[in-house]
């Protein structure tokens, strides 16, 4: 039996990243059947607490553990998501995971960690001046990633 080619996707809690992940079961997933090309694997960024609030202080010993719970409530209400969709689609087969750290970083670790094919993103269609204050992640794990990277854009029309 030959092993499928791997295919990860970026997931979070955001519009594009959901829209990315339909259209991406609907053109590589379900057409196929039971004869799916790939293997999907969804890889959740999950912020480190002190990353989410920068501070310093007395205060920030007692806001980390409240952060911590609710990004972990956040990285379960995705993977919920994100199986949902999947069994919804008829692709019963996956992994989703939960990984520390900044997105750039983590996807691309994905990507080397898998062997992955391919890298798939949402587009956030930010303006040139919030991505280059954010930084793009799609633009930094096309550089980077050590595979294809297919970025996903939901068409403007379909807002």
Not at 43 to 68: C, D, F, K, N, Y
Request: neutral net charge.
């Amino acid at each position: 039996m030959s092993m499928k080619q791997i295919m990860v996707i970026a997931v979070d809690d955001s519009a594009p990243s959901m829209y990315a992940l339909e259209w991406t079961l609907d053109h590589f997933f379900t057409p196929f059947g039971s004869l799916q090309p790939f293997q999907l694997i969804a890889v959740h960024a999950r912020p480190v607490p002190i990353s989410v609030i920068q501070l310093a202080g007395p205060a920030t010993a007692e806001i980390i553990p409240m952060m911590e719970i609710d990004l972990k409530k956040a990285a379960g209400r995705i993977t919920e998501k994100v199986k949902e969709l999947c069994k919804k689609k008829s692709v019963n087969e996956v992994n989703v995971e939960v990984m520390e750290g900044d997105p750039r970083d983590v996807l691309c670790e994905a990507v080397d960690k898998h062997h992955a094919t391919i890298l798939v993103l949402g587009s956030h269609g930010y303006g040139i001046v919030k991505r280059a204050v954010l930084g793009s992640v799609s633009d930094y794990c096309a550089h980077h990633a050590h595979c294809s990277v297919m970025i996903v854009k939901k068409p403007k029309n379909k807002e």
